[in-house]
């Protein structure tokens, strides 16, 4: 059974940091290329950063320099290093695995930056 498990959203303060983790079991996870997505209130998704098989990686314009995808495939983990928060980063954060026509998401984590 293909799992996809997202971790370590929270409330931060604008200018903060947080490290998102996103774990998937049942799948050869080396294959995957290893996305985030993000959906705030009333907006639609989009993609914020993804990294293929290869480690090359791809950022949205508005987190660039700011945020940090990477992947452990021993652990088929993915992480998404976030710094320089912003109140516009608010969002619920959902990790996704694609690998040809197979599609996997998790159920997102929480992210809210806030004084």
């Known amino acids: 059974q293909v799992q996809v498990v997202e971790s370590g959203g929270g409330l931060v303060q604008p200018g903060g940091s947080l490290r998102l983790s996103c774990t998937a079991s049942g799948i050869n996870f080396r294959l995957y290329t290893m996305s985030w997505f993000r959906q705030a209130p009333g907006k639609q998704r989009e993609l914020v950063a993804s990294i293929t098989p290869g480690d090359g990686s791809y950022y949205v314009d508005s987190v660039k320099g700011r945020f940090t995808i990477s992947r452990d495939n021993a652990k088929n983990a993915v992480f998404l290093q976030m710094n320089s928060l912003k109140p516009e980063d608010t969002a619920v954060y959902s990790c996704?695995?694609?690998?040809?026509?197979?599609?996997?998401w998790g159920q997102g984590t929480q992210v809210t930056v806030s004084s």
């Open positions: 996704n695995a694609k690998f040809v026509s197979l599609d996997r």
